[in-house]
């Protein structure tokens, strides 16, 4: 468990160094300059050699990520000559934009796409199951069918498409709810929930369909294993057979699933954040891309991609815990 | 879903292909989702003729068609559905949208198309010289397969999209949607290969004089084309959906070129006043995605009835 723990900690490092290398390569070296962005039109030589300094561009490109990658870790100072400024722990850089640290801008907006992510989530992972699972357990009966119709045709349904039916239905319509504003958890639960309930519902809605077939193919799959009728077969109850059983195992394919999604909408959902105008990550990234902010593009770049290599990570040492078939 | 007894009118003997084909026949939602595809796709390739039939080409302003006192309302009905304009028109330049919608089609078909082929060859050929191979070809290979999966792909193809300033859209955008898609089907076909490189025929062939090319393409190939052509036509809808978040996000092609994330996104903001012109290019995306989904679903259980998917 140790030894394998160890080698998966160093591939996930591996992995995003991978990563935060080809995001630098391709957002710092491609585009044009972003010196020269900052200068402005009316812009002298030797005033651009200076901000090109002042940003460190004059490097060799190895040597400026080599700084940025040790800055994540130690911080940086950066700067040259009387305008410096000390960036602290994890460094991601400054902002172009607006000069603000790109950590804190993250940190700032964590907690909205988290909020959105999270309750989704629940709200996909209630809905995908049980109908995946009643389904299975119905196989070709019209229950199954009007589910699994059901969810080919939810999974088929784009996201902006889904989001404007509902506010267009709950919100001009009938008036049941309020145009999304998010309101911190901390300041009142019940508000949060109200108002994130609509995003929620829009992202559940796709993952739902996706995870209810999902779940049924699996749970077809895992009811036909031999264990499942020496289970039967001992004369426990039907109930203890699908879940402690049946449920168990027929979960990892999902668990895979849902570790990739998870980890992919925490750093932010850019479509559903952007329709319903919610301050997330991804409604920072929106921004960033059409200014041309490359530190706090790299910066969501490298938060999505660790959220992805940890929640695949978690998921991998969850499977033992499960499915007890698994062990490390 | 459906019993697995041979209908009778197969002839006794009939290979592989010809029975399935005899099982997709027997299926309505294969007709149905058959029919729409091959609508969408005749639109797709007819756009020119098929918008000179109409009369108006995409980028015709027709400012006869809207009403200027009422902020470039379309005039008429359903969004200004007439004989002269087949699905309404565009408010404020009151463009013709029958003609846009099957343009659209042209370029949202022949991104996701592009994009597949890109995959499908990409992913089969790893897969297969990652399962075949073994050893080092097939550690590189798969952690390649682990890293690219680790990428969270819509927001570096978002990044990637607005990156790359002037360079033509659509071959940006189809290779970058392929650039992310090759994985899962190189694991499909990997594991396809490793299950058939010991059968005992591949080893007649081996011990026959076959080379390895020779292996690879007449002996190994077409014992993965099933799983690879069920896993093609799954992918597709999403190769689909994800050209049209990309132009829905404003970082896919440009106007006046349209696609149909493209032409959802500018009818966003008259989802209230003129629901129409949302719907339509709506409808279109919907039902292509649908149509894809079920025919793959179908090919799936009957090429790929073990499920290789993981």
């Known amino acids: ?328 | 879903m459906t019993t697995a007894t041979a209908p009778a009118e197969v002839p006794a003997g009939s290979g592989p292909w010809q029975l399935a084909r005899a099982e997709l026949r027997r299926r309505t939602s294969v007709k149905v989702s058959l029919f729409i595809v091959a609508l969408f796709v005749l639109m797709a390739a007819g756009a020119p003729l098929l918008s000179g039939l109409g009369g108006w080409s995409p980028d015709d302003f027709d400012k006869a068609a809207v009403d200027p006192y009422l902020g470039g309302m379309p005039i008429g009905p359903l969004g200004g559905i007439s004989a002269d304009h087949w699905l309404g028109v565009e408010p404020v330049t009151g463009r013709d949208l029958f003609a846009r919608v099957v343009q659209g089609a042209q370029v949202s078909l022949l991104i996701a198309f592009t994009a597949t082929a890109i995959v499908v060859v990409a992913g089969t050929a790893a897969g297969i010289a990652a399962g075949y191979f073994g050893g080092r070809t097939d550690a590189v290979l798969s952690r390649l397969m682990d890293l690219t999966m680790s990428f969270p792909s819509l927001i570096f193809m978002i990044a990637m999209m607005s990156v790359a300033k002037d360079v033509n859209r659509i071959v940006l955008m189809t290779a970058v949607i392929g650039l992310f898609g090759w994985p899962g089907i190189a694991r499909v076909v990997r594991g396809q290969t490793l299950s058939l490189k010991h059968r005992e025929y591949v080893d007649a062939a081996r011990v026959g004089g076959s080379g390895p090319w020779r292996i690879l393409t007449r002996d190994i190939l077409p014992g993965v084309a099933g799983p690879v052509i069920a896993y093609t036509t799954l992918i597709i809808p999403g190769m689909i959906a994800t050209e049209a978040a990309l132009s829905y996000l404003g970082v896919g092609v440009r106007p006046p070129t349209p696609s149909w994330g493209q032409m959802i996104a500018e009818s966003v903001a008259f989802y209230d006043t003129d629901p129409m012109y949302f719907v339509i290019p709506s409808i279109c995306l919907f039902l292509t995605v649908l149509a894809f989904t079920l025919l793959g679903d179908a090919l799936r259980d009957i090429l790929d009835p073990r499920g290789s998917r993981t």
């Open chain 1, 1 to 328: 468990m140790i030894r394998y723990l160890s080698r998966r900690l160093i591939g996930v490092i591996g992995v995003l160094v991978a990563i935060a290398a080809v995001t630098f390569t391709i957002f710092y070296v491609l585009p044009s300059d972003p010196a020269a962005a900052a200068c402005g039109k009316s812009c002298s030589a030797e005033r651009l050699e200076a901000i090109r300094a002042h940003m460190g561009l004059d490097q060799p490109l190895w040597q400026q990520f080599w700084d940025f990658l040790s800055g994540i870790f130690t911080g940086r100072t950066l700067g040259s000559g009387q305008y410096t400024l000390h960036c602290g722990f994890p460094c991601l850089g400054y902002s172009y934009e607006n000069s603000e640290s790109v950590w804190d801008l993250l940190m700032d907006r964590l907690p909205v796409s988290a909020s959105l992510a999270c309750g989704a989530a629940v709200l996909w992972l209630l809905l995908g199951l049980s109908a995946g699972v009643t389904a299975a357990l119905r196989k070709d009966t019209l229950v199954d069918r009007v589910l699994m119709v059901g969810a080919v045709g939810a999974a088929s349904l784009p996201v902006y498409f889904t989001s404007m039916m509902l506010i267009y239905g709950l919100i001009r319509v009938a008036g049941l709810l309020p145009y999304p504003q998010y309101v911190a958890f901390g300041t009142d639960p019940l508000h949060w929930a109200s108002n994130l309930l609509l995003p929620w519902l829009a992202l559940a809605i796709l993952y739902a369909a996706m995870y209810a077939r999902q779940s049924r193919s699996s749970m077809i799959e895992t009811m036909a294993e031999p264990f499942i009728r020496t289970a039967r077969a001992k004369g426990l109850p039907r109930r203890t057979v699908v879940v402690k059983h049946g449920l168990r195992a027929g979960m990892t394919p999902i668990l895979t699933l849902f570790g990739m999604d998870l980890g992919g909408l925490l750093a932010g959902a850019v479509i559903t954040e952007s329709i319903f105008g919610l301050p997330g990550i991804g409604r920072l990234f929106h921004g960033a891309l059409s200014t041309g902010d490359q530190p706090v593009i790299l910066g969501v770049t490298l938060l999505a991609a660790t959220f992805i290599v940890v929640a695949n990570l978690a998921v991998d040492l969850l499977y033992a815990v499960v499915d007890p078939r698994v062990r490390f």
